[in-house]
């Protein structure tokens, strides 16, 4: 079990949580008592290694243990540029993406995005958040990817000015691949964008936009992947080749 606590609630010696969400699931769900430890994180720099001293319902009490750096957490930070699927889809993206080590996550909306903005979107976008807290949880990252407000494409291009490496899958793009283009860097960047488009893939608008912003065009492979399917791959692939 891992929990993260925000810095200002860990002390030198002791750890308090006071998250009525978590220690309703730390009582009633895992039904731990004194005497059992956890791993807490305070999403920043440092995990520890607690047990738990005192335990009711207004707090938890934690002594600490052990104090580490993060163990589990890329030095590569990736964030992933994802056109606003149909349906649940962008739930199985993040959870997964979140599981490969991305370290953020933006959706976009594109020419061919199908979805649309009813002005209720932050509901989708607290949903989103939700399941990457819990990702993160169950394969014990360090920190908690944020899945930021939806943007449209103009303003996720001035984004991009931030990274030192673009990816950008394009389904018309033959020859040179995901690979050729990470071993043939000069110097390994530290923060990377990976951009995907939705169902419809990107119109011929986007696709020249993309190469002006200076974004490498790679294939992914003989096959075309599905939206869902492309941003992972991409992350795993990245991740193999710049940081294992």
């Known amino acids: 079990m891992r929990l993260f606590a925000d810095a200002g609630c860990i002390g030198d010696k002791y750890i308090k949580i006071t998250d009525q969400g978590d220690i309703r699931h730390l009582s009633k769900v ?8 956890i ?28 104090k580490q750096k993060f163990a589990r957490e890329p030095n590569l930070e990736v964030t992933l540029f994802q056109g606003i699927p149909k349906a649940g889809k962008m739930e199985s993206i993040i959870q997964k993406c979140v599981e490969l080590g991305v370290h953020a996550i933006i959706p976009v909306f594109m020419e061919r995005t199908v979805v649309v903005d009813k002005g209720n979107f932050s509901k989708k976008l607290d949903r989103w958040q939700k399941i990457s807290d819990e990702a993160v949880k169950q394969c014990k990252r360090g920190m908690v990817p944020q899945v930021g407000r939806q943007r449209p494409f103009s303003e996720m291009l001035d984004k991009l000015r931030n ?13 040179y691949s995901i690979k050729d283009c990470l071993r043939g860097l000069a110097e390994k960047p530290r923060s990377v964008a990976i951009v995907i488009g939705p169902e419809g893939g990107f119109s ?20 075309i992947l599905r939206t869902e399917t492309a941003g ?13």
């Open 30 to 37: 895992l039904r731990l008592r004194e005497g059992d430890e």
């Open 163 to 175: 990274y030192d490496l673009i990816l950008f899958p394009y389904e018309n793009e033959g020859d």
């Open 232 to 244: 992972m791959a991409a992350l795993a692939m990245t991740m193999y080749e710049l940081e294992l």
């Open 39 to 66: 791993d807490v994180s305070d999403s920043m720099e440092w995990e520890y290694r607690a047990e738990i001293v005192r335990i009711d319902e207004e707090e938890v009490l934690l002594v600490i243990l052990d």
């Open 204 to 223: 011929d608008k986007e696709a020249a936009a993309l190469d002006e912003a200076g974004a490498a065009r790679v294939t992914l492979g003989k096959t």
